[in-house]
């Protein structure tokens, strides 16, 4: 069965949702996922830094599965963390937390270590979950995630 998709561009603007849709389209040209989603101007930039990549690098099979493979706990461990409390996203969080841990240092921690990490960087994700908003980030707090055997 074939089909056929048909994208709607917006007009390019500078407000930051077009902004973030056009950096979208060419961060999914670079990796072809879905998954990784910013709600920061230059993140998929910073995050191919951090994986010591030059930012048109397109990634390989390769690259995605290894990416692809500690992915889902890097983000179920940012959410358990700080469900609904951060206007940022996992993928935001993984780029804070790759300026002190490599994408394979993340890789083989456990679940709740990384949890932990998370929370030891809260100020930082305070800062830039805030930093367009009203609300203080000390009326937010993370999440208690404890240690299971």
Known sequence: MRSQVIRIMPIRTDTKSVQLYYDFLFQFQMTRMYQLQFTQEGFFEKLQNALGNGP????????????????PMIE????????????????DALVVLLAKYTIDQIGQMQFWALARIFQAFRKELYTLSFAESSVKAAQVQPKKVLQTA
Do not use: G, P, Q
């Not at 397109?58 to 995605?64: H, I, N, P």
């Not at 461990?77 to 609904?84: G, L, P, T």
């Open 56 to 71: 048109s690098y397109k990634w390989t099979d390769s690259d995605r599965a290894r990416f692809l493979a500690v992915w």
């Open 76 to 91: 179920e461990a940012f959410h358990k963390s700080y469900e609904d409390c951060l206007h940022i996203t996992a993928a």
